[in-house]
């Protein structure tokens, strides 16, 4: 029997039919698998990389936190030492160590969040 005569058999045709269906399916189903594949590690690759950066976010926001805490403990110190001070300024028949004490501590204040001395601002601007 020659090829020919092969393929002009039904039953030589069906078997060929059905070995090139399975070898065509088991191709997509492995190209479908390694793209599954791909797919998650794509996304633990993703959530890896989110992760990293919540951990940078969160450990900034600590730092900014505990600057934070260190500038207001500073404050509440030197808001504390002048308010002190007025209070247990000397009695006077004038207003001069209290309002001294009250002004300087109010500078202090002023000067740590940028503040200026009115000396050095200038003239007012005049109201219309």
């Given at each position: 029997?020659?090829?020919?005569?092969?393929?002009?058999?039904?039953?030589?045709?069906?078997?060929i039919a059905c070995v090139?269906?399975?070898?065509?399916?088991?191709?997509?189903?492995?190209?479908?698998?390694?793209?599954?594949?791909?797919?998650?590690?794509?996304?633990?690759?993703?959530?890896?990389a989110a992760r990293a950066?919540?951990?940078?976010?969160?450990?900034?926001?600590?730092?900014?936190?505990?600057?934070?805490?260190?500038?207001?403990?500073?404050?509440?110190?030197?808001?504390?030492?002048?308010?002190?001070?007025?209070?247990?300024?000397?009695?006077?028949?004038?207003?001069?160590?209290?309002?001294?004490?009250?002004?300087?501590?109010?500078?202090?204040?002023?000067?740590?969040?940028?503040?200026?001395?009115?000396?050095?601002?200038?003239?007012?601007?005049?109201?219309?």
């Amino acid at each position: 029997m020659t090829v020919l005569a092969l393929l002009r058999n039904p039953w030589v045709l069906l078997l060929i039919a059905c070995v090139a269906g399975i070898g065509g399916t088991g191709y997509y189903k492995l190209r479908f698998e390694s793209c599954i594949a791909a797919r998650a590690e794509e996304k633990a690759s993703a959530e890896r990389a989110a992760r990293a950066a919540e951990e940078k976010a969160q450990q900034l926001s600590d730092d900014l936190l505990k600057a934070q805490a260190a500038a207001l403990a500073a404050n509440n110190k030197t808001v504390t030492v002048y308010r002190d001070r007025v209070i247990n300024a000397p009695s006077t028949n004038t207003c001069g160590p209290a309002v001294r004490d009250a002004v300087d501590g109010v500078r202090a204040v002023l000067g740590a969040r940028g503040g200026a001395d009115q000396t050095q601002r200038g003239p007012a601007e005049p109201v219309r």
